[in-house]
T-cell receptor
Framework: DVKVTQSSRYLVKRTGEKVFLECVQDMDHENMFWYRQDPGLGLRLIYFSYDVKMKEKGDIPEGYSVSREKKERFSLILESASTNQTSMYLC???????????????FGPGTRLTVL | QKEVEQNSGPLSVPEGAIASLNCTYSDRGSQSFFWYRQYSGKSPELIMFIYSNGDKEDGRFTAQLNKASQYVSLLIRDSQPSDSATYLCASNQGGSEKLVFGKGTKLTVNP
């Protein structure tokens, strides 16, 4: 079974703090994704990585950066946390570019981030 | 902007009934379609994927795809209270690895 883990289930930070969210997958997937999920807005893609050190902006990259130094690990960084970044953050991974069910994304348990 | 549209619900059905969840998508280049289930406070988990026109059955779940109408549906037979969740429809964006998600339909199965 694919396993995607995230470093924290719940996190409380203060405005202006630098925040690191980590995601690790154990299935040798090439693709990794960071989403945020908010009521009424659904899942929104923040960043996508298709290889080590490679990244692509998603729909809402502002205020975020990412790092992928190893294939299994994908980090989301909030350089200066703001209250409007309070959300559920979900990491996912998938195999690369084979179409069909290979596009299936497997999600981690999520991190509920509150910025005060 | 590629979109996946779902009726937000809530959809309420009695236990044992068939629940029907619907989804339309705008990108004709989409090739793969997915249904995820998300319990409150949890992350999405895959129920089914489909990429050929027609029906695909897995236990109590049947996914239906009509590419001409750009329509995907999920039928849940013999609905159980444990099926109460939000169901997310997704399609791959223009054949890429990125998925576009609908906002989800909340299903409640009443005992």
């Amino acid at each position: 079974d694919v396993k995607v883990t995230q470093s924290s289930r719940y996190l409380v930070k203060r405005t202006g703090e630098k925040v690191f969210l980590e995601c690790v997958q154990d299935m040798d997937h090439e693709n990794m994704f960071w989403y945020r999920q908010d009521p009424g807005l659904g899942l929104r893609l923040i960043y996508f990585s298709y290889d080590v050190k490679m990244k692509e902006k998603g729909d809402i990259p502002e205020g975020y950066s990412v790092s992928r130094e190893k294939k299994e690990r994908f980090s989301l960084i909030l350089e200066s946390a703001s209250t409007n970044q309070t959300s559920m953050y979900l990491c996912a991974s998938s195999l690369q570019d084979q179409g069909g069910d290979w596009d299936t994304q497997y999600f981690g348990p999520g991190t509920r981030l509150t910025v005060l | 902007q590629k979109e996946v549209e779902q009726n937000s619900g809530p959809l309420s059905v009695p236990e044992g009934a068939i629940a029907s969840l619907n989804c339309t998508y705008s990108d004709r280049g989409s090739q793969s379609f997915f249904w995820y289930r998300q319990y409150s406070g949890k992350s999405p988990e895959l129920i089914m994927f489909i990429y050929s026109n027609g029906d695909k059955e897995d236990g109590r779940f049947t996914a239906q795809l009509n590419k001409a109408s750009q329509y995907v549906s999920l039928l849940i037979r013999d609905s159980q209270p444990s099926d109460s969740a939000t169901y997310l429809c997704a399609s791959n964006q223009g054949g890429s690895e990125k998925l576009v998600f609908g906002k989800g339909t909340k299903l409640t199965v009443n005992p």
